[in-house]
């Protein structure tokens, strides 16, 4: 049953709050939680469109791309491979063989292809290197006669003619680069080891490397050239490591007893002390040898290790590192021109066969190829760095007209730079390296300008800018020559110039390559973005600057995520700065004059004063949230761009265009709130939302506004200190407006239901009255926490600091004397609200108690009634309010029941209802106070009550108990006196087991009554209450004349029974009076009192009292004998009582 419960108003509150909701078409979600998670929602979408996308495919975990024909290659050449991303349709269109070849044949108008090709075939029939076979050498020829494109007849007449040269002369290129773990030969455990080499044909003739002493893992990186005179695939190389011992005498070798190593040293110097003292001969040692057949060394060289032998041993000897070439004798500058020539021919078939798409050949040919490209550099005798340079010419040129993998380049460069940087700048190197970077320099820069091609994985963008950025560094790092110009103006039209002759160079050249990018994507994206309408609407020229933003934005982050390292790594480079300070200016252009124009077309509203009169109608004035999320986004950008440059941004200042917007904004806002409080308390059951807490729907709805408005001051974030404070005060202003609202509503609500159910029954007090309490007071409690999160202090303090802080005091004093005048409101609200409860519910405790007086001894049920009512009330109270407002309610009840209190006692007194009725009303006051426990509970009315208490009791005494009330009270009179004008009487008194022993002493300063100044006194004395002491007679005095210091001196025995001695409150009145001439009559002079409590206390210790004659004053007791008019008893003591007041 509970669940069904719960499950019932759960749907009931989301029905409530879709109602309330769709009542101002969710204006405060919108603009809090709402747009921030949609704000959160554009950033994630942001990020993860930036993802780099999958590879065409994968096998096995091994990336792999799939070539144009439809061939897969490896991960390897995978990682060379960009697809065709940065050619332009110009390019695309200029790509064909034909033109490719057009091109190169202009370029080379020296070349004659037929001497070449006979070249090339002669090298073919005189292969030098391993791969040498005939299959092999037919298939070259094909091959080569497919490349140069020689017709049958002219190919068979240039193959006669290469078959019938003669060979040419080959020689042997050979590199000693360096030895590990040599044996050691000398005395001292190292060696001084040198290299022999020599052919096993030609032993005589012996090259010799130099000696490096003491050492067992030389390193020497010498060059040797041998020339091949018989067959070279029947040559054989040796090369053999000594240990070279130079001539010492028998006293040198005796001093290097010192550096032997163990014993096995010993040995060895001993020896060669022996040898050299009986022969003088100083022989060097071999330490091992190695063979080398020349037929294993293939065209394009060889680096291997050796390891050295000597005989049949298998002791390790150590190893040998060389570097082995064939080549063939040729002039030097034809070779290079001839290489040249052929690595075009050659790349041309290549492209042609392959249809390889731009950006795409790395550098492989196809094994024929390679094989005749390897063979002429082999036989022309080319180094690495004539072949790499060919190359830097050759691809440069086609590279014009069929753009090639920038790797390829980058790799010819690692060659290049580090010999070409020492030639000199007018050197033929020189010029033909410059020659290749003015023609790849275009291509790089078109990288640079195009890195955000639609059709290129972000993976490939970056492997070509990788590769890009490395050929550019490497290139800024070499000194241009003065007649080299890299960037002609026909060519890079798009750079920069100054008035000023400054030359351009490789820097500035790729900061402009990268403005130039960005502001072609901008025009592109900024003409895409926005349809020209004649009668655009504002809310379309703010989406136009939203999605605008987003793809600068989207733009950047991708630099920052994927180029920034790059650029900073390569060049040292701040790439995404370059395009923030680039976009800022032009953003700002363009955003101003849209946002301006948009809040000047904003309308002022008429907002409701502190009254709320009225509630403007806002059903056709409702601005969306497009103008802040327009301003939540520039806020973000700013903060991106202040992160990434160091430098002012003219974007920084973009929020004073917004504040006619916000102000706008929160007038709005404080209209819907009250709209939407307004109707959520229509829609309250006035039923708390769960079991846990004790208040209503409304309340949770308007703290939710109060969410909404504090999230969007989160997120509007006002950079600006003083207008901060301005929009804060404002919206503080407002919450407290809505408090008080809040508040006087909730008030009314409760009132007509209460109306609406009058029926002139008995109030019942509702649990609906009690959460409206709850509800006010909650809301009351948590305005001032709520405001706190606004964060006015961190404002203050800026303002403070901004100002000064006298003005910080000022209106931190201002904030919080709207948020004190609100919250005493509040509380004067729900303090006027449970009054209203107090008085509902007093007129039927009113009747209940009057029934209870006037009947409680005769069978009635109107105790009864009152209990029930005031327990069922009190229950109500109990479970449904908190413990500070059920306080305040218990304080209200008790203090309407003070004035019901009155207006019975008042009224009944009228009436002169008997003690009887005033003694039952009393024990109904104590009931009801003992159904209120309110025995340990301080309220504002205890004391009141407690007066109320006193004088029900003292109306239902009896007459001669309020008689003697009345004399106790003059008793406590008398005891508050310090003098007498009547003067004292002394007495002394005790108790005893029998009755009581009154001496009367003494009278001293009595009022003198007779003309000549003198007094005739005696004094009388009676016990009061006289209806306790029926039984006894007065006692007096004899008369002392003329003294008004008479010495009575008289002594009393008077016989009490024990009750009559226990009476605590009993009292001896003692009379003074005067004695006239004649003794007819005695005039009373004054009177005082004394208590049985009192006698316990002195035990016959003389007693002086001052005399004093009773007033008629305004006494409670008087006053209830006075309201006894029909008593003969009350009527004749106050007669007696004036004629002594006034005698």
């Known amino acids: 049953m509970l669940k069904k419960t719960y499950f019932w108003r759960s749907e009931a509150r989301i029905f409530e709050k879709i109602r309330l909701q769709d009542g101002d078409d969710g204006f405060f979600e919108k603009f809090g939680s709402l747009l921030r998670q949609k704000s959160q929602i554009d950033e994630g979408v942001l990020k993860s469109s930036l993802a780099p996308f999958e590879e065409n495919g994968s096998v096995d975990g091994e990336e792999v791309d799939e070539s144009p024909d439809g061939t897969l290659q490896d991960s390897q050449d995978a990682e060379c491979i960009s697809i065709n991303t940065f050619a332009t349709d110009s390019e695309l269109a200029s790509s064909s063989e034909q033109d490719i070849s057009a091109s190169v044949l202009d370029s080379a108008p020296v070349m004659n292809v037929t001497d070449l090709y006979e070249e090339i075939l002669f090298e073919i029939f005189n292969n030098i290197g391993c791969e040498n076979n005939d299959e092999c050498t037919n298939s070259l ?240 005798g080319l180094t690495p760095f004539d072949c790499a340079l060919s190359q830097w010419h050759a691809y440069s040129t086609i590279h014009e007209t069929h753009k090639l993998n920038f790797t390829l380049f980058n790799s010819i460069l690692d060659v290049v730079v580090p010999v070409i940087t020492y030639m000199q700048n007018d050197s033929e190197d020189v010029k033909t390296f410059w020659d290749g970077v003015r023609r790849l320099l275009p291509s790089c820069f078109v990288v640079l300008r195009k890195l955000r091609s639609k059709n290129t994985s972000d993976k490939n963008i970056i492997k070509a800018l990788n590769e890009v950025l490395d050929i550019l560094k490497k290139i800024k790092e070499l000194e241009v020559p003065e007649s080299v110009d890299l960037f002609p103006k026909s060519v ?30 901008l025009e592109h994206i900024v003409e895409g973005s926005r349809q020209s309408k004649n009668n655009e609407t504002d809310d379309e020229k703010l989406q136009y600057i939203i999605k605008l933003i987003q793809m600068v934005r989207s733009d950047l982050q991708r630099a920052m995520e994927y180029f920034d390292k790059i650029f900073y790594h390569k060049i040292q480079l701040n790439y995404s700065a370059i395009l923030y300070l680039f976009y800022d200016s032009k953003l700002a252009e363009i955003c101003k004059s849209i946002i301006v124009e948009v809040c000047n077309n904003i309308k002022r509203l008429d907002v409701p004063d502190d009254q709320f009169a009225y509630l403007p109608n806002l059903e056709n004035v409702n601005m969306g949230t497009t103008l802040f999320e327009v301003y939540l986004i520039l806020k973000r950008y700013v903060t991106l761009g202040e992160s990434l440059c160091s430098e002012s941004l003219e974007l920084a200042n973009f929020y004073p265009w917004f504040e006619r917007g916000v102000t706008h904004w929160l007038d709005i806002s404080i209209i819907k709130a009250l709209g939407r409080i307004q109707k959520a308390i229509d829609l309250d059951q006035l039923k708390a939302v769960d079991e846990t807490v004790k208040y209503s729907s409304s309340a949770v709805d308007t703290l939710s506004i109060f969410y909404q408005i504090k999230i969007f001051w989160q997120q509007l974030d006002w950079p600006e200190v003083e207008g901060s404070y301005i929009f804060v005060a404002k919206i503080v202003n407002d919450l407290c407006r809505c408090c008080i609202f809040y508040a006087q509503q909730m008030s009314r609500r409760v009132e007509n239901i209460t109306l609406l159910g009058d029926n002139n029954k008995n109030f019942t007090l509702s649990e609906e009255w009690c959460i409206a309490i709850n509800n006010m007071d909650y809301i009351r409690q948590t305005l001032p926490s709520f405001i706190k999160e606004l964060s006015i202090d961190d404002i203050i303090k800026r303002l403070g600091e901004y100002r000064s802080n006298l003005e910080a005091e000022r209106c931190a004093s201002t904030i919080k004397t709207v ?114 426990k309110m025995g340990n509970i301080e309220t504002s009315d205890v004391k009141i009550l407690s007066t109320i208490q006193s004088r029900l009791r003292l109306y239902s005494l009896e007459t001669a108990d309020l008689i003697h009330q009345y004399y106790l009270e003059r008793l406590e009179t008398q005891k508050s006196q310090e003098s007498s004008p009547y003067g004292q009487l002394t007495v002394t008194a005790q108790l005893t087991d029998s009755g009581l022993l009154l001496t009367i002493l003494n009278a001293r300063n009595l009022l003198p009554m007779d003309s000549n100044g003198s007094v005739d006194s005696f004094v009388k004395a009676s016990f009061m209450p006289t209806s306790r002491f029926n039984d006894l007679i007065t006692v007096k005095t004899n008369v002392h004349n003329k003294s008004c210091f008479p010495l009575y001196d008289q002594e009393f025995r008077i016989n009490l029974t024990e009750q009559q001695r226990n009476e605590k409150n009993s009292l001896i009145l003692f009379s003074v009076k005067d004695k006239d001439l004649f003794g007819m009559s005695s005039q009373y002079i004054a009177e005082s009192y004394i208590s049985f409590e009192d006698l316990e206390a002195t035990q016959g210790e003389q007693i002086m009292m001052n005399l004093s004659r009773p007033e008629y004053t305004d006494s409670d007791s008087l006053r209830a004998l006075e309201y006894r008019l029909g008593d003969k008893q009350a009527k004749d003591f106050l007669k007696k009582l004036k004629n002594r007041s006034f005698s």
């Not at 290790?305 to 002039?331: D, F, I, Q, T």
């Open 141 to 380: 020829v094909e091959f080569v006669q497919d490349a140069f494109k020689i017709p049958n007849a002219t190919h068979l007449e240039i193959c006669e003619a290469a078959r019938l040269k003669e060979p040419p002369n080959v020689r042997l290129n050979v590199e000693i680069i360096k030895a590990e773990n040599l044996m050691s030969k000398d005395s001292n455990g190292l060696s001084d080891p040198f290299v022999t080499l020599y052919l096993e044909s030609n032993s005589s003739h012996r090259y010799n490397s130099s000696v490096k002493p003491a050492t067992l893992n030389p390193i020497w990186e010498e060059h040797f050239s041998l020339p091949i005179t018989e067959n070279a695939r029947d040559e054989v190389l040796i090369v053999e490591v000594w240990d070279f011992d130079a001539a010492e005498t028998v006293k040198e070798k005796v001093n290097k007893i010192l550096d032997v190593k163990g014993v096995k040293g010993l040995s060895k110097l001993m020896k060669e002390i022996a040898v050299t003292a009986s022969s003088g001969k100083h022989d060097n040692e071999l330490i091992g040898r190695a063979a080398i057949t020349l037929k294993s060394i293939p065209v394009s060289g060889l680096t291997v290790w050796y390891n050295l032998e000597k005989g049949s041993k298998g002791r390790s000897r150590g190893s040998l590192l060389v570097n082995l070439a064939l080549s063939a004798e040729k002039n030097k500058s034809v070779a290079v021109q001839e290489h040249k020539n052929l690595l075009k021919l050659l790349l041309m078939h290549e492209l042609e066969t392959s249809q390889v798409a731009n950006y795409w050949w790395s550098g492989k040919f196809s094994p024929n190829a390679e094989l005749i490209r390897s063979q002429h550099a082999a036989q022309s």
């Open 492 to 521: 890079y039209g798009w750079i920069h110039t100054n008035d000023t002759d400054e030359t351009c160079n490789i820097d500035t050249a790729i900061e402009d390559a990268i403005k130039t990018g960005t502001k072609e994507w």
């Open 819 to 932: 948020i004190e005048n609100a919250l005493d409101t509040e509380r004067n609200q729900i303090v006027e609200l449970i009054e209203i409860v107090a008085r509902k519910m007093a007129p039927p405790i009113k009747r209940y108690l009057a029934e209870g007086a006037e009947v409680l001894a005769k069978d009635s049920n109107s105790m009864d009634q009152l209990m029930m009512y005031l327990e069922a009330s009190l229950t109500t109270l109990y479970d449904t309010l908190n413990e500070i407002n059920f306080q305040r309610i218990l304080d209200g009840i008790w203090s309407e029941l003070s004035i019901i209190m009155y207006d019975l006692i008042q009224s009944n007194l009228d009436k002169r209802r008997p003690p009887a009725f005033f003694q039952n009303l009393n024990n109904t006051l104590q009931t009801m106070m003992d159904c209120f």
